[in-house]
């Protein structure tokens, strides 16, 4: 079955803090894809990052950060020092490389604090 | 080079009426996808088209929903006679290429349009 679980519905920090959404998928294929994307209070869906099952290494990108761990099949994203700005409904998505459909999971609604 | 542009952003039917959900995919992409958002959820894949082609609409309600996507003109999500069930939001992807196994592209996402049944 290919899935992906958003264990956390909501997380709520300060800002300032660090904070890690988690992702775990399943799946049968040994290539495929993975995603985040952003849905600010506004809806669009903002793409973040696009990572392939063959490259494990983990990727930062200012503030975000995003670890990829085959072994655990979890691919986990980390906001540090988080802003105000941040706060938003993250999701992570799946697709296989046989096919085009993205697997979402539920998201994570992130709430900063100021 | 614009994105993919959708239009309505919101939409207000009566129930029984119908809806009709337009999708301009980025210039030079000819497969679009559509999905759906339901309240609190994520997003659930409903067809997938290429230019006057349906190519899976394995996702999409067998009763009231249909998709076109002409040779010309946007990609249309057409529902009949809506249902308050049918309240959701409705993303519109597109791509300049597709295929299994023939290396994917990002689907680049319009900004959704937010039906609401009354």
């Known amino acids: 079955a290919q899935k992906v679980t958003q264990a956390q519905t909501e997380i709520s920090v300060v800002e300032k803090e660090d904070v890690t959404l988690d992702c775990v998928y399943e799946?049968?294929?040994?290539?495929?894809?993975l995603f985040w994307y952003k849905q600010p209070p506004s809806g669009e869906l903002v793409f973040l990052i696009r990572r392939n099952s063959f490259d494990e290494q983990n990727e930062i990108s200012g503030r975000y950060s995003w670890n990829f761990q085959k072994s655990t099949s979890s691919f986990n994203f980390t906001i540090t020092a988080s802003q105000v700005v941040d706060s938003a409904v993250y999701f992570c998505a799946l697709r296989w490389d046989s096919n085009y459909q993205l697997i979402w999971g539920a998201g994570t609604k992130l709430i900063i604090k100021p | 080079n614009a994105g993919v542009m959708q239009n309505p952003r919101h939409l207000v039917r009566r129930r029984g009426q119908e809806a009709r959900l337009r999708c301009s995919p980025m210039k030079g992409h000819s497969h679009v996808y559509w999905y759906r958002q339901l309240p609190e959820e994520g997003l659930k894949f409903m067809v997938y088209l290429q230019k006057e082609n349906i190519i899976d609409e394995s996702g999409m309600p067998k009763e009231r929903f249909s998709a076109e996507f002409p040779k010309e003109g946007p990609s249309i999500l057409r529902i009949q006679q809506v249902v308050r069930g049918d309240s959701a939001a409705y993303f519109c992807?597109?791509?300049?290429?597709?295929?299994?196994?023939?290396?994917?592209?990002?689907?680049?996402f319009g900004q959704g349009t937010r039906l609401t049944v009354v």
């Open positions: 799946t049968r294929d040994t290539t495929y894809y």
């Open positions: 992807a597109s791509s300049p290429r597709m295929g299994p196994g023939r290396g994917h592209t990002e689907a680049f």
